[in-house]
């Protein structure tokens, strides 16, 4: 019988040691790439929208295309509010709608309470709301106003606050949308914005340089399209400005 001649057994061209080593050295180096690429689309998905918006993004109606450009779009069936209010206190009704876009993003926050106190959907400290002289009264101006006394009509004009019923039902409450607006329209036009004193009022809401420069973004943003939105509104919700 003949011999089987062994086979031998081909080496790896790779080592076990040189895979390691290579794991070792391409891991982190993956890791980078991937995170930096995450990084790149992010910074193409804030400056150039229009390469990752989908064909559900983009805008249907008027409406939309007027705001195409807006962060958060403003919600239609607030407009009528912000200028009735504006009308009533002489001030822009945009400023209004800049601050309820700053303070709860146009009331879509989880809660319309801040850690600080600050209540309803503009966010009133309760002391500006019904007013500063009540005996309650110091510090950031949370207090401790009684419930009964923080939406009645009466109490605020006693104390000097600027809460307002707008809607005529005897309460002027922080979280009822209409009374919310009409207050901050009252407290603004009061802090100098029926003046046209813009910044100081918009400080006077908030103490922050940074708040200021926020509002006042938005309400530019804002100014540059009002005539458009209002003749919108106007024409489909019959209302008449």
């Not at 193409?44 to 807006?70: C, W």
């Not at 039902?169 to 901050?184: L, Q, V, Y």
Request: proline share 6%; hydrophobic share 35%.
């Amino acid at each position: 019988m003949g011999t089987k001649k062994k086979t031998k057994k081909k080496k790896p061209f790779l080592s076990p040691g040189i895979k390691l080593l290579l794991i070792i050295i391409l891991l982190p180096i993956s890791i980078v790439l991937y995170y930096s690429s995450f990084i790149i689309w992010q910074q193409i998905n804030e400056r150039l929208p229009f390469l990752v918006n989908s064909a559900e993004d983009k805008p249907t109606t008027e409406f939309e295309k007027i705001q195409f450009n807006f962060d958060i779009k403003i919600p239609e069936e607030y407009i009528p509010i912000y200028i009735s209010a504006g009308e009533k206190y002489d001030v822009p009704w945009t400023l209004l709608a800049a601050h309820h876009r700053v303070e709860t993003r146009f009331s879509t926050m989880k809660s319309l309470v801040s850690p600080v106190g600050a209540e309803g959907h503009m966010q009133f400290m309760p002391c500006t709301f019904v007013g500063w002289d009540h005996p309650t009264c110091t510090g950031l101006g949370k207090g401790k106003i009684p419930a009964s006394d923080k939406t009645n009509p009466d109490v605020i004009k006693t104390y000097g606050g600027y809460g307002v019923d707008a809607n005529g039902d005897g309460k002027a409450d922080p979280f009822h949308i209409e009374d919310a607006i009409h207050s901050a329209a009252n407290y603004l036009s009061a802090s100098g914005a029926t003046d046209g004193e813009i910044e100081k009022a918009i400080f006077h809401y908030n103490h922050s340089e940074q708040y200021v420069q926020d509002v006042l973004h938005f309400y530019n943003q804002y100014e540059g399209v009002s005539k458009e939105l209002e003749s919108y509104a106007s024409m489909n919700n019959n209302f008449d400005f």
